[in-house]
Structure formats: structure tokens, C-alpha cells
């Protein structure tokens, strides 16, 4: 009778921990889209500081960060103070250390950060005009991460609740 109730506990909490695992990729992926749709704004931030505030790199950094917050925010501040001290570091150097450095709790996938290492590599250098094109072409490219994740964000919170709750389910059929 004790080892019925050891089994069935067993079963349980397989399948309760595989659900949550696919509980928790849903919320990754929602997770991500958020994340995407903050950059997208603090790149606009960025845009207006550059373009209409015509501010110099460092304090349109700066400004970006200090009204966005957050992790990004905090990503935008510590290129902005690198930038201010006498390291005379390129900009392109000092942003891809401190993309980086992000935490891993910033949902950003290995491409969007490469898409965003690519926004700095010509941001430091060019005329406001280039500059202004560059975080254009880059708004374009989230505008497509975005759609790409708003249209499939049912479909892939469904196939990952679902596969969590069905791989616990088998792996408990196999287990007994």
C-alpha cells in the first residue's frame, strides 16, 4: 500500500514539474516579446535624442536609459558613463562589452543581440544623417522580430504547455 502512494506521488510530481517546464518556456516566450518591444522603444528614445535633441552619443545614451529603466535602461547608462570617462575606447568596443555583459534574465535571443551589436558598429562614427538611417534599418529588423513573435505567440504557448503536459504524461507511463 506505502509503495502504491510513493508511485503515485512519484507520477505526480513528474508530471506537475513537466508542466511547469513548459509553463515556463510560454512565459519565455512572452518574456522575449516584451523585452523586443522595450528595446524597440528605447531605440526610439535613442533616435530622438540623436536626431531631434541633437545630443552627442554620450548623452543620448544617457537620457534613453534614464527614461526607459529597466535592464536595457541599465545597458544604455553603462555605455553612456564608459563612454564619458577618459578610456578612449571606441564605441563599437564598449557597446559589445556591455551587450555582453547583460544578465541572463534579459530575454534577448543570440540574434537579437547580434542585431544589436550591428546597431553599434556604425553608430559611433557616421554623420547624424547615417546615424539616423542605421537606427532606422535596425527598427525595421525588431519590427520584424516582433511580428515574427506576436504571430506565433499563441501557437508556441500552446505547443509548449501542451508538450510539457504531454512529456510528463509519457514519461510517467514509460517510469510504470
Known amino acids: 500500500m506505502d509503495n502504491t502512494w510513493l508511485r503515485i506521488l512519484g507520477a505526480l510530481l513528474v508530471i506537475i514539474s513537466c508542466s511547469g517546464l513548459g509553463f515556463f518556456m510560454a512565459a519565455q516566450w512572452n518574456e522575449h516579446l516584451k523585452t ?24 543620448a545614451f544617457e537620457q534613453a536609459g534614464r527614461k526607459a529603466g529597466g535592464e536595457i ?23 559589445q562589452e556591455e551587450i555582453d555583459k547583460l544578465p541572463r534574465e534579459v530575454c ?36 520584424l522580430t516582433i511580428g515574427y513573435l506576436r504571430k506565433h505567440k499563441q501557437e508556441k504557448s500552446r505547443l509548449y504547455t501542451s508538450l510539457g503536459i504531454m512529456g510528463g504524461l509519457f514519461l510517467t507511463i514509460v517510469m510504470y
Do not use: C
Open 36 to 59: 523586443v518591444e522595450k528595446l524597440r522603444k528605447m531605440i526610439f528614445l535613442l533616435k530622438g535624442e540623436i536626431v531631434y535633441a541633437n545630443s552627442p552619443l554620450t548623452e
Open 73 to 95: 535602461g541599465v545597458l544604455f547608462e553603462h555605455v553612456s558613463e564608459r563612454l564619458s570617462s577618459q578610456q578612449r575606447e571606441s564605441f563599437y568596443t564598449v557597446w
Open 108 to 143: 534577448l535571443s543570440k540574434e537579437d543581440k547580434q542585431n544589436l551589436k550591428g546597431l553599434g558598429e556604425h553608430l559611433g562614427y557616421l554623420d547624424m544623417d547615417m546615424q539616423e538611417r542605421n537606427i532606422l534599418l535596425y527598427l525595421e529588423q525588431l519590427d
